[in-house]
Structures are given as structure tokens and as C-alpha cells.
């Protein structure tokens, strides 16, 4: 079956400008997050989503960084005013809910690889 | 806070010989720890996770972790390393304290393995 895809594959753009990243989850999976990869780092968590919506935000790095899923399913990570500190490589997942709210395995797309100029 | 610790940021073997990735964490509370592997251009992909059951756990490809309380560790062992297990690999942690599977991953160890 299909899984978690993400679009663009690559995204290059000048500083200052803005940006939208678009991840699709695995149809039925109602929680999806997203991270971001600097270079031979660990992927950090940005925000996690329950449905419609933002259910923890706390590791957007600042207010530039903003996300929506307005029908509980795509999402959207929107950079404004884009830095060279923002280039990185941004992953989405998602997950369904067990029982009892257990969270099972985050399946990974490949990421989106901003270059910011 | 709750972390993960990987101690190699490189690991170098040769085919057939045994593999061991090194995870430290931190944690107040039981956590749940889990090791996903990178393989480039490809997303990541999870090989195992411990959530509090048998302490010894087995994933895909022939891995294996043990999570040792007593010293704080999930490393992750295989008897004999492949070729196409070159890849980066991240040991992760999910909070205890957290109620929303959100994971915390350590910076990754680069494992090669060579003819």
C-alpha cells in the first residue's frame, strides 16, 4: 500500500522568502508529526497533529514556523521569512492510535530537502 | 529531560562479523525505546522497539537490542553484518511523560561495513 509520501522532494529558495512543505500520511492514520534533520544530526520533533489539530507544537523553533491539517489528513508546514538556518531536511510520519491512546510505529516518508540561498 | 546517548558516531566492520551499536538514555520513568535505521535516500525505517515487556527484544533483519536498567542501555547487536546493512542508524526514545508519540532521537551512528 502507499505510504507516507512528501512533496517537493527538493525545495530551493532565497532568504526571505516563503515556503510550504506538503506531507500525505498513510490513509486512516490520524496522527501525524513532523520533524527536521540538519545535517548529521538526529532528526528533532517540530510538532505532532491528532486529527485536525495541533496537539503539541512546543519544538517549532519560532513563530516563522507554522503547520495546519484542516481536514485531518494532508498537512502543510509553512516557513515564513525563510533563514540559511532553516536548511535542513524536513520528515513527516504518522501513526495510528491503539487502544488505550497507545501511539504505535511512526512510518517515515523521505522528507522534503529545503536549501535556503 | 528525557535523551538519548549514542556513544560511536562511527562504527566500521567487516562482512560476517558481529555488530554492536552503543545507546545510552536518560529517563526518570520507564521509556519507550526504539532503533530505526536510514538507509540513504530512503526514509526511516524502524527495526525494533522495547516497551516494557521481555527486555530482550528482536527486529527485522536479524537485530536484536537488550534494554538494561541497571546501566541505562538499549544497544543493538547482530550476529553478522551484511553489506546492505551500511546505513545510519538512530537509537529514539518516546517519553514516558509524554502522552503524545512524539520521539526524541539520538545523533545517529554511521555503520559501515566493508568486503
Known amino acids: 500500500g502507499a505510504g507516507v509520501s512528501q512533496t517537493p522532494s527538493n525545495k530551493v529558495t532565497e532568504k526571505g522568502k516563503y515556503v510550504e512543505l506538503r506531507c500525505d500520511p498513510i490513509?486512516?492514520?490520524?496522527?501525524l508529526y513532523w520533524y527536521r534533520q540538519s545535517l548529521g544530526q538526529g532528526p528533532e520533533f517540530l510538532i505532532y497533529f491528532q486529527g485536525t489539530g495541533a496537539a503539541d507544537d512546543s519544538g517549532l523553533p519560532n513563530d516563522r514556523f507554522f503547520a495546519v491539517r484542516p481536514e485531518g489528513s494532508v498537512s502543510t508546514l509553512k516557513i515564513q521569512r525563510t533563514e540559511r538556518g532553516d536548511s535542513a531536511v524536513y520528515l513527516c510520519a504518522s501513526s495510528s492510535t491503539g487502544t488505550s491512546g497507545i501511539y504505535n510505529e511512526q512510518f517515515f516518508g523521505p522528507g522534503t530537502r529545503l536549501t535556503v540561498l | 529531560a528525557q535523551s538519548v546517548t549514542q556513544l560511536d558516531s562511527h562504527v566500521s566492520v567487516s562482512e560476517g562479523t558481529p555488530v554492536l551499536l552503543r545507546c545510552n538514555y536518560s529517563?526518570?520513568?520507564?521509556?519507550?525505546l526504539f532503533w530505526y535505521v536510514q538507509h540513504p535516500n530512503k526514509g526511516l525505517q524502524l527495526l525494533l522497539k522495547y516497551t516494557s515487556a521481555a527486555t530482550l527484544v528482536k527486529g527485522i533483519n536479524g537485530f536484536e537490542a537488550e534494554f538494561k536498567k541497571s546501566e541505562t542501555s538499549f544497544h543493538l547487536t547482530k550476529p553478522s553484518a551484511h553489506m546492505s546493512d551500511a546505513a545510519e542508524y538512530f537509537c529514539?526514545?518516546?517519553?514516558?511523560?509524554?502522552?503524545?508519540?512524539?520521539?526524541?532521537f539520538g545523533q545517529g551512528t554511521t555503520l559501515q561495513v566493508k568486503p
Open positions: 529514539v526514545v518516546n517519553p514516558a511523560s509524554s502522552n503524545t508519540g512524539k520521539l526524541i
Open positions: 490513509s486512516g492514520h490520524t496522527a
Open positions: 529517563s526518570s520513568y520507564s521509556p519507550s
